[in-house]
């Protein structure tokens, strides 16, 4: 529904492309479609964003760090095994409740790499403090790491799509005993 009075921005624009991102999927995020609910036509947009592959870049920006964030927050004061737990469960829950802004955390970027690598420090330095108190030594915590990412992703993603079966909640607590064990098997 166009939102007549709300004033164009480019932080207004980005809020209504990620709630079309969350409501109806990342690829559903179009000029088009953003101008529609803002109450404008697509060309006025160009005044606040360079294009759709712009849009798209804050989108994978602004919501990559909302992803850190929670992340972050959710292995505060915890160690070990209650920090993978608590971590694996924000991703899931994320991905769940914010499923296109999660695909665009996936995005690559035109051009912004450099300010797509400060802001998934955000991630990636509390995901590897998590591991260490898994006992995981340095050398290992990339490889730690991506292990880690590729089991939640593709759960989540498997999940999202209906194809985890009739329990995604014990397939979850499976996953996180394997993780588990996996993980220390780093730290041997």
Same mark, same amino acid.
């Given at each position: ?6 004033r164009l921005s480019?932080?207004?624009?980005v809020?209504? *492309? ?6 109806r999927g ?9 101008a529609?609910?803002?109450g ?5 947009l ?21 992803f *850190?964030?929670?992340?972050?927050d ?17 991703? $899931?829950?994320?991905v ?7 695909q ?7 051009? $912004? ?6 802001? *998934?420090?955000?991630?990636t330095?509390?995901a ?20 880690? $990412? ?7 993603h ?11 909640k014990t397939s ?8 588990? *064990? ?7």
């Amino acid at each position: 529904m166009p939102t007549q009075s709300r004033r164009l921005s480019r932080a207004t624009i980005v809020d209504i *492309a990620l709630a079309i991102a969350d409501d109806r999927g990342l690829q559903a995020v179009t000029l088009a479609n953003v101008a529609s609910v803002a109450g404008c036509k697509a060309p006025s947009l160009y005044n606040h964003v360079n294009g759709l592959d712009d849009l798209l870049d804050e989108l994978c920006l602004a919501t990559t760090a909302d992803f *850190a964030d929670t992340l972050r927050d959710s292995i505060v004061a915890k160690v070990g095994e209650d920090a993978l737990a608590s971590y694996a469960s924000a991703w $899931r829950d994320y991905v769940l409740a914010r499923p296109g802004r999660y695909q665009a955390t996936l995005r690559p970027l035109h051009g $912004r790499s450099d300010e797509h690598r400060r802001v *998934a420090a955000g991630m990636t330095i509390p995901a590897g403090s998590m591991l260490s108190t898994l006992g995981i030594p340095d050398a290992k915590l990339d490889d730690a790491g991506r292990a880690l $990412r590729s089991a939640l992703h593709g759960f989540s993603h498997l999940e999202l799509s209906n194809n985890i079966g009739p329990d995604p909640k014990t397939s979850f607590a499976a996953l996180i005993e394997v993780l588990t *064990a996996g993980l220390f098997a780093f730290a041997e």
